[in-house]
Nanobody
Framework: QVQLVESGGGLVQAGGALRLSCAASGPTFSRSVMGWFRQAPGKEREFVARITWIGGVANYADSVKDRFTISRDNAKNTVYLQMNSLKPEDTAVYYC????????????WGQGTQVTVSS
C-alpha cells in the first residue's frame, strides 16, 4: 500500500552537505510518521530522524542534532533529510521508513541510498 523510494545519496567530503529525498506513495494514514534510518557495515540499523505528516513534528537522534534536518512536502508526498557538516561516521546506507497511524512500528521501508563521507 505504501511505496518509498530514496534518492540523493553519494560521495561527499567531511564537512560537506547532502540532501536525501524519499518519495512516498499511498494513503497518508498509512504513512502517518516518516523516519530516516541508517546502517553501516557490521552495525545495527539506527534511528536518525522522524517526522509526522500532520503537524510536522520532528525528532532526531542525538548524533545528528543540529546537523541534520528532516522535513516534508505534503503536496509532493516527499520527505527530505538535509545533512550538513557531514562526518565520516555518517557513512551508511540510509533508509526511509513509514509508520501507519496508531501503529508504533515501521511497516514500510525503501530500498536505501548509500551515503559515503570521506575524511
Amino acid at each position: 500500500q505504501v511505496q518509498l523510494v530514496e534518492s540523493g545519496g553519494g560521495l561527499v567530503q567531511a564537512g560537506g552537505a547532502l540532501r536525501l529525498s524519499c518519495a512516498a506513495s499511498g494513503p497518508t494514514f498509512s504513512r502517518s510518521v516518516m523516519g530516516w534510518f541508517r546502517q553501516a557495515p557490521g552495525k545495527e540499523r539506527e534511528f536518525v530522524a522522524r517526522i509526522t505528516w500532520i503537524g510536522g513534528v520532528a525528532n532526531y537522534a542525538d548524533s545528528v542534532k543540529d546537523r541534520f534536518t528532516i522535513s516534508r512536502d505534503n503536496a509532493k508526498n516527499t520527505v527530505y533529510l538535509q545533512m550538513n557538516s557531514l562526518k565520516p561516521e555518517d557513512t551508511a546506507v540510509y533508509y526511509c521508513a513509514a509508520q501507519q497511524l496508531g501503529v508504533n512500528q515501521y511497516d514500510y521501508w525503501g530500498q536505501g541510498t548509500q551515503v559515503t563521507v570521506s575524511s
